[in-house]
């Protein structure tokens, strides 16, 4: 019983350190952050954040992770009821929407630091990381999609090619919002332009 107890507190702790790190990571970006940096905004001891993660590389890595499964399993839970995709879409557009102008406005986004550490690191391991969230992404985009497809929305044969185009699209905007030249309308054309394409005639 001692020991479930511990290792519900260390996973607690554990948490804790992540949900600082992100913030700090979105704030600073991954380039301006070291682990003393993150050790000061948690507010605890050299030792015991080495007890967790061994470097900044590790940490970011768990962060992203971490951040992928949660936005999977936040976007699967909405899904499985099977709400009206229409409203799923809108939903899911006007989050992107949000994200993007706030990215423009220079507010935090972990963005950022995920593009640093994606131009800097390049291992095998790295590359592997890179893929997953890759993968990860587009199973949410599918996700959404195949929704539609199930109601008779979307056309099921053209949910991959969609996907990937709307996930293009967003890696775009994703970098011209880092310019701050994303403007508002930009965002609204891009967004009705891809609803238009697909949308079966009534």
Known sequence: MAKVELSKTRQAKKEAILRTAT???SEEGFLNVNMQAIINACGISRGGIYLYFQSVDELFVEVVRSRSVRQFDLIRQELKDKPDFDKVLTDYLADHK?????LSEGKPSLLRAMYEYSFTHNT???RRLKQKQVNATRATVQAVLNLGAEQKKIESDQVRLLAEELMLLIEGMNVLALTG??????????????????????
């Not at 030249?181 to 009534?202: V, Y």
């Open 98 to 102: 949000k994200r993007l102008l706030g």
């Open 23 to 25: 913030q700090v990571f």
């Open 124 to 126: 095998e391991a790295d």
């Open 181 to 202: 030249e994303l403007q508002e309308l930009q965002i609204d054309r891009q967004f009705q332009q891809f609803e238009r394409q697909f949308t079966l005639s009534d």
